[in-house]
């Protein structure tokens, strides 16, 4: 998975699957005995959208008896609030959502032939849902508001069968995600491929109304790498490292930290102190809603 992201599954009890492609740049999710209407099992690959924000995404191919597309979800409980923008193989597509946590699943429906591209749009607690058939022109399919939805919510793709005899396969691409997170993920300059001893990278963003400073020396390292974060005033920060599969593999910080200098230490293990092999590692670091992403370069001893 992309970094951020998660291959995930809600009460699939014969299992669920997801992989990405980085050449295509394309997502294939499998279900097996994931009945999501009603009953509200899905296979899944979320990641965390922060504030207004939309995902779209083309689908490129279904195989089975299955309904594929998008979600937004309150929280990751199996009983969570959620709207979702699917289609099968029909000329139907749906708009599927929870009104109340642990209430039953409602849907409204419409025939829209040639529809591939799918759509959510949330502004603050109203949803609305979208199709396009070339993914430029878009239109409305169904609004639905909420009240005192979570500003920090899940977003992804989403699979799941109808028949629960036969398990379905999707590929999805073209897939976008934008939000007030999202606006401020920043690939900052620099990394492993210097073979610097010492690198000093910093981040400015107006939204923030702070100057955020994060080192890392050195990097590449063998043993020890020291993290160091400066913050202008105080506010939320997590600070995780993952692999390129997009595994959280150590979580540094989560906690609400005072205006100031910080320092990390990070020495190549996991959360459960097991040695990580050599390789490239992102350094990812959520400050309020904002992400922040840069690479660490780890090289065994």
Known sequence: MPCGFEATDIDCPEGATASYDPVEESFTLMANDCSGYPNGEYSLVKTELCGDGEIVVHVAS????????????????????????????????????????????????????????????????????????????????????????????????????????????????QFKITGDNYQAFTQLPGGPAKGIEEETQQVESSNLQSTIRLEAAPNPFSTRTQINLSLAAATNVTLEIFNLHGQRVQRLENTKLDAGNHRYHWDGTTTTNQALPTGIYLLRMRVDQKWFTTKLSLINR
């Open 62 to 173: 279904l195989n089975g008896d299955g309904r594929v597309g998008l979600i937004m979800m309150e929280t990751a409980d199996s009983e969570a609030r959620f709207v979702s923008n699917i289609k099968d193989l029909s000329i139907r597509t749906r708009t599927e959502y929870r009104s109340s946590t642990g209430g039953n699943i409602s849907f409204k429906s419409k025939n829209r032939r040639d529809v591939d591209w799918l759509r959510i749009v949330r502004a603050g607690s109203k949803f609305k849902t979208y199709t396009s058939t070339d993914g430029s022109y878009w239109k409305l399919a169904h609004s639905i508001t909420f009240s005192n939805f979570e500003e920090c919510i899940y977003a992804g793709l989403v699979l799941y069968t109808k028949n629960a005899n036969v398990p379905v396969t999707a590929v999805l691409d």
